[in-house]
């Protein structure tokens, strides 16, 4: 009986022991629902934050040359891009792709082989090679320069429609987007007569 009694407090012991085994465990989750959404769908910007579109140009070298609407962030890496990246000949040694673009430029990629300009831009002319005239220059002149694209060649145009003539480079400082940054980029390209 003995042996009975001590059977029974050991299965008694072992069914206690392994109840707390099995014992349900209660998990503490905090609730980040607010979290989880923020990562999984980006905030997309108010409407005062809107991303300005700029219309730049890409010539040369490039499978598909033309007029492209960017974000006003982009780089010149992503409208080379855009525009289907480079020919077989492309010469990318000399280009800065990751240069902030701007509204109303031009970009010219070159051709393996090419001669490159290291100074200002020489336009045939009646008088021989120089600068750019800014108060003869056609459309194609102005936009011959790096950083003149299309629409800031028209706004130079129509300034000298509506003013006359250029009495100086600085006179640029009066046409629509051009600011002092971009006249420094430009200003050795250009002369007055």
């Known amino acids: 009986m003995r042996r009975y009694l001590i059977l029974l407090l050991m299965s008694l012991l072992l069914s206690v022991s392994s109840g707390c085994a099995l014992k349900e465990k209660t998990l503490y989750v905090k609730d980040d629902t607010q979290n989880v959404t923020d990562l999984i769908s980006p905030t997309l910007p108010e409407k005062d934050e809107e991303v300005r579109e700029i219309i730049v140009e890409i010539k040369g070298a490039v499978l598909n040359p033309g007029v492209y609407q960017m974000n006003g962030d982009s ?10 990246g480079g020919t077989e000949s492309a010469e990318l040694r000399t280009v800065n792709l990751a240069m902030h673009i701007e509204d109303g430029q031009s970009f010219y990629i070159p051709e393996k082989g090419e001669e490159l300009l290291q100074n200002p831009p020489e336009i045939q002319g009646g008088q021989g090679k120089g600068k750019i005239n800014l108060n003869t220059a056609t459309r194609e002149e102005l936009m011959s320069v ?5 629409s ?7 300034y000298r429609e509506e003013t006359g003539r250029f009495t100086s480079v600085e006179d640029l400082l009066h046409v629509n987007r051009i600011g002092e940054k971009t006249l420094d980029k430009i200003r050795d390209y250009f002369t007055v007569k």
């Open 146 to 150: 790096t950083g003149i694209g299309p």
């Open 75 to 84: 780089r010149l890496h992503d409208l080379y891009w855009k525009a289907g």
């Open 152 to 158: 800031t060649a028209d706004n130079i145009l129509a």
